[in-house]
């Protein structure tokens, strides 16, 4: 059967459970082996139009025709649908990728993830006057205030207004999302829920 | 000064700065500083609150956190002492005083600029006139003046007339000031409580339109907390929760609009709090019955549970409710249904012969879900062993986080660990009792009773935390007049226990006489004059005057002294 393998190749891309499978090198040159060999076939039978007296030959180049375009378009979804993936990681991820992820690009698709940062950071830069991250809050969060909880003696904090806060164990804060978050992410302070 | 209008004179006023919050460890300041936190998350006013336990604790906790703020609150602690001599605070800095303790230091009633007081002054506190304590010495010098306006007086008679008023100056002066003193110490003599700070706030939030279920049990816990630690007279709670009760109402209108349908559509899981009778029994809904009725105070004292023969009237009473003794060691939601469904009208039924008719009492149940139902009181007594469950790699703050969190609805785990630990607490209380009356371990010394809990007694740690201090106190002296009788109650109780061995020091809390019926507590003012008098080593840094720390080689000293000073 024609196309078979191509087939193949976005069923396993739409399986997959990984967050990024590996390039599929083999069979990507499968497909394209199957399209070569295809395609030879195609150029002997038309310029072999004299052995074809009732037409046959113009129908079996129709459907290898058929099966070359297929072909081609699967690889292209293949390929399009894995560069979704890559893009989305740009935003999850920022300019540098895990490198267990990044083993499983291939050369074309990093090309295209460090142009795309590239690209993205000059829009970026170019919003307002210092610009603007615009991965940071991709959903609103649901207030700009939270409250934390000091777990150390951290000692006194500036924040971007020039209020001065003291960190110190046991104290309970009220403050704004973007100054604590990375000292939660330090692990100085612990949101509280309710 | 008085803030009489809160929301105008206190919550415009802070919105917008950062605001700093002093926190007392009591449960009712915890409550309200919850509802506070509420209210400020909501309009996001940035704060900062820290715990703090004592005068020296909140100086210095002061001073690390002054820096750059304009406006602190101090939930529960502070009012009873001129703050700003205290803090030594910048000008600009303004302190919002929101504290149940009473009676208000008179520097801060009448600080106009930098000390407001949340809440009413109520006439019942007797506040003295601003002239009657406070005198401005600038007539002297008007009076030299106008002296120099006759010359034809003789010099003699001149220095005979100046000398004349002087002293008939210095006599109105002397005369002033021992007038003074006189009604300064009637306004301080008692140290009480007032209305309970959680039902304040709560009203600040009503009046914000910003009232929640979740809030108004925060106050409903505040009110509690000061019922069953005896702050406040029984016909306060009973007023108080009758507020209270309205509230509710008012929140659960919603819901019971239309039985039929709200049955139907209001989903389980939404919180509700509904006012019905209770008993005075700790903790019976989570423990066993037999349990409850001999480590409640109430029940204990009325029954004697300490002897053999309170024993046998216990189970008397078990018998005439018609309870099985398997069914009574059995806990309370194990029990059978008809048992348990019948558990409080058998209860009421026998409280008259037993004589225990104060057993009932209105009191509020929380109920969300299908398997939480938590009544006001329960809560108190799990926060009250959450809060005071210090251990070695405890420290008391990270105890008032604990308590703090046991009431936010999804950490139900730590409420319910709270509840075992106010077991072991009731229970070594109960003890501690059977043992002080067995022992004779209650002294009377002359015009009061003392109790002293030896270094090295069981479960000696354990009480040394003003809290549970005061309640051991409280079912001692209870049950010393049901021995008695009569010559016990009109006499006050003073209980000591060991506070810290390496430092030598003890905790002594004194309670008022069983007689009296208002929780008034002349304590604070004659521990502070008796340590003055025998240079006693003692620390009266708890915002509760009632409560201080001594040296234990100084107690008996200072014993002697309060003996002679009381009698």
Redesign the interface.
């Known amino acids: 059967m024609f196309c078979e393998k191509s087939l193949n190749l976005i069923k396993e891309l739409d399986r997959s459970t990984e967050a990024m499978p590996a390039f599929d090198d083999d069979g990507v040159r499968q497909v394209f082996e199957e399209m070569r060999g295809l395609y030879d076939q195609n150029v002997a039978a038309a310029n072999d139009s004299t052995a074809d007296p009732d037409g046959t030959a113009i129908a079996g180049i129709a459907i290898r025709h058929a099966a070359l375009e297929r072909n081609k378009r699967c690889l292209m979804a293949y390929v399009y649908n894995r560069i979704r993936k890559v893009r989305n990681m740009r935003w999850q991820f920022g300019s540098i990728l895990p490198p267990e992820i990044k083993a499983n690009l291939c050369e074309p698709e990093i090309q295209w993830f460090n142009s795309y940062s590239k690209t993205l950071a000059l829009y970026m830069k170019s919003i307002g006057d210092q610009g603007l991250n615009l991965a940071q809050d991709v959903k609103p969060p649901k207030s700009l205030y939270v409250e934390v909880r000091s777990l150390t003696d951290y000692g006194k904090f500036e924040m971007d207004n020039g209020e001065v806060v003291l960190l110190k164990k046991h104290s309970t804060h009220l403050m704004s999302r973007a100054q604590c978050e990375p000292l939660i992410i330090q692990g100085i302070l612990e949101q509280i829920t309710h | 000064m008085y803030v009489d209008n809160v929301i105008e004179g206190f919550y415009n006023a802070v919105n917008g700065s950062?605001v700093l919050l002093f926190v007392n460890y009591d449960i009712d300041a915890i409550c309200a500083a919850r509802i506070l936190?509420h209210l400020?998350?909501c309009d996001?006013?940035?704060?900062?609150?820290?715990?703090v336990s004592g005068i020296q604790d909140l100086r210095q906790a002061y001073e690390?956190?002054c820096?750059?703020v304009k406006y602190v609150v101090l939930v529960n602690c502070g009012g009873t002492i001129d703050i700003v001599e205290l803090l030594e605070p910048e000008e600009h800095v303004i302190f919002y005083l929101l504290d149940s303790h009473r009676p208000t230091d008179l520097c801060n009633v009448f600080s106009s600029s930098q000390v407001r007081i949340i809440g009413n002054s109520d006439p019942e506190e007797g506040i003295p006139e601003f002239d009657d304590v406070f005198r401005e010495d600038s007539d002297e010098e008007e009076d030299n003046s106008g002296e120099d306006s006759d010359p034809e007086e003789s010099r003699a008679a001149k220095r005979m007339r100046m000398s004349e008023e002087a002293i008939l100056k210095r006599r109105e002066n002397r005369l002033w000031a021992e007038k003074r003193d006189r009604i300064v110490f009637n306004y301080t003599q008692f140290s009480y409580y007032g209305k309970a700070s959680a039902v304040q706030m709560f009203e600040l939030a009503l009046s914000l339109s910003k009232d929640t279920t979740d809030l108004l049990w925060c106050a409903i816990i505040g009110v509690t907390e000061q019922y069953l630690l005896g702050k406040v007279e029984k016909q306060q709670y009973v007023l108080d929760s009758g507020t209270l009760q309205g509230y509710v109402s008012k929140l659960s209108h919603n819901l019971d609009e239309d039985p039929t349908e709200a049955a139907n559509s209001t989903p389980v899981t939404v919180p509700r709090i509904s006012f019905t009778k209770d008993l005075q029994l700790a903790l019976y809904r989570h423990w066993t019955v037999e349990a409850s009725l001999r480590h409640s105070m109430y029940s204990a004292c009325k029954l004697k549970l300490w002897t053999l023969k309170g024993e046998r009237r216990l189970h008397e009473l078990l018998v005439d409710m018609g309870l099985p003794l398997v069914q009574s060691r059995q806990k309370f939601s194990a029990m059978d249904m008809v048992l348990r469904q019948e558990f409080h009208s058998m209860i009421e039924k026998l409280a008259e012969k037993y004589e225990l008719d104060q057993l009932v009492f209105a009191s509020f149940i929380l109920q969300y879900g299908f398997r939480n139902k938590y009544c006001a009181s329960d809560v108190v007594y799990s926060m009250l062993a959450l809060l005071e469950s210090t251990g070695r790699e405890k420290?008391s703050?990270?105890c008032?986080?604990e308590a703090m969190?046991a009431l936010?609805r999804?950490k139900k785990n730590l409420l319910e660990d709270g509840i075992e630990k106010a077991k072991v607490m009731l229970t070594s209380i109960f003890k501690m009792v059977q043992a002080a009356l067995d022992m004779q371990m209650v002294i009377s010394g002359g015009p009061f009773l003392y109790f002293i809990i030896q270094e090295g007694a069981l479960n000696a740690r354990q009480f040394s935390h003003p809290h549970t201090l005061i309640l051991l106190a409280q079912f001692v002296l209870q049950a010393y007049v049901m021995v008695r009788k009569k010559k016990a109650t009109n006499l006050p109780l003073i209980a000591s226990a060991p506070l810290d061995a390496d430092e030598g020091t003890c905790l002594v809390v004194g309670i008022p006489p069983v007689i009296e019926d208002s929780p008034k507590n002349f304590f604070g003012k004659a521990f502070e004059q008796a340590a003055e008098k025998t240079n006693a080593r003692a620390q009266l840094d708890y915002f509760d005057s009632s409560v201080m720390k001594l040296k234990m080689e100084d107690r008996s000293k200072f014993f002697d002294a309060l003996a002679a000073l009381l009698s």
């Open positions: 950062r936190q400020f998350r996001t006013i940035a704060y900062t609150l820290v715990p690390e956190n820096e750059e420290s703050k990270d008032f986080l969190d936010s999804p």
